[in-house]
């Protein structure tokens, strides 16, 4: 099993909100840079997988850490839960925080999994349109996916070897094991005191795995805030200004792959370490 963290082990304790719409928020800070909650308990996943030579610490961005928590509140949730975790290395990328909304029992499948997360590009891929009920040949997972069938069956031993893929029958046709599958709809959220260019091309970046972003940005002139706008709205991103919602993000999504891929980045950073809970303040 993959050691997941807070409460999923008991090795520590998560606390968690009520949104508006009665979904369970849980944060879950990585380390890197010092908070500012003024409503939550944060609990910290010191990760093993920081992005290499990442030591900049932009700290005139922390006031926009609570205007970011909020805008995550606020995304459509449902009866779902919330889980946000802040410098996720992504795929491509790290965003200030990374939200997903799932349910918490496809969040605790996966974390029970003994398959470790799929960190490369083409088993997510071969995963990703694999089925967990009907087996598929690596013919018609290479169909699927557009690519080479020697490039799908170089990585099938591996897969077979962790787990997520299952021979099934006589002959090569594999199934995954039901819990491997994209956990939920994320969203990556960038924050930005002034240069919207950096934070709209670093956002456009994690779309390739996110299924779409926010960006949180401090006080900007009126002309700037409908050239912002309109870009965002063109990606069906969210854009909030100076802790208002100019527009709301619409989850398209990626591909099938790379959204695997990026839950699986995820699920990584939930997995590496549990979290150590140090303290809360009070609203």
Known sequence: ??????????????????????????????????????????????????????????????????????????????????????????????????????????????????????????????????????????EALATSLGWPVSTVERRIPALLKSGALVRHGIGSRYVRPPELATIGRMYAIETKVRNWGRALAQARGYSVWADTYVLVMGPLTASVVAKVKERVTADRGGLVVDGKWVCRPLATGPSPANRLLGSEYFIAALTERSPTLVGSVPA
């Open 1 to 138: 099993m993959v050691r997941p963290c807070g409460e999923l082990t008991g090795t520590a304790t998560v606390s968690h909100c009520a949104t508006a719409e009665g979904a369970a928020c849980q944060y879950l800070d990585m380390p890197g840079r010092p908070t500012s909650l003024q409503d939550v308990s944060v609990g910290v996943i010191p990760t093993r997988r920081p992005m290499p030579g990442r030591q900049y610490q932009p700290t005139w961005e922390l006031g926009l850490r609570d205007q970011a928590l909020a805008a995550c509140r606020s995304l459509p949730q449902s009866l779902h839960t919330l889980t946000v975790v802040s410098e996720m290395v992504g795929p491509i990328g790290v965003p200030d925080l990374t939200a997903v909304i799932h349910r918490a029992d496809a969040l605790t499948a996966r974390l029970e999994s003994d398959v470790p997360p799929l960190l490369h590009q083409v088993d997510a891929g071969v995963v990703a349109v694999a089925q967990s009920k009907r087996a598929r040949s690596s």
